[in-house]
């Protein structure tokens, strides 16, 4: 299982990654998911792939100021959690409550 050690270290220090360091850190933790996934360990996979989209997300949206790296973060950032589709729901539903 990961340890505390294992999250990314810029949630807990108050100096950011450069902007091109986060697609490198997405790799990093893509890596790690992969490799617990192709080793039975879902449980750890599943925390690594939170924090691969997570960092993909801050990637995209770091980018370039565009249509499609907005969607793209959206999406990552979506798929971060844990029930994307409980995600989706709850956004769409805040969302119809701020638009009304």
Do not use: H, Q, W
């Not at 360990?41 to 792939?49: L, R, T, V």
């Not at 999406?75 to 989706?88: A, D, F, L, R």
């Amino acid at each position: 299982m990961p340890s505390v050690s294992d999250v990314p270290k810029f949630i807990f220090e108050e100096k950011f990654p450069e902007i091109e360091e986060y697609k490198e850190i997405s790799e990093y933790y893509d890596e790690k998911y992969f490799s617990c996934e192709d080793g039975g360990d879902k449980d750890a996979g599943s925390i690594y792939f939170s924090f691969a989209r997570l960092t993909s997300a801050l990637a995209f949206f770091y980018e370039k100021a565009s249509a499609e790296s907005i969607e793209e973060a959206i999406y990552e950032s979506i798929m971060s959690t844990g029930n994307p589709e409980y995600t989706v729901k709850n956004v769409e539903d805040n969302l119809d409550k701020f638009i009304s």
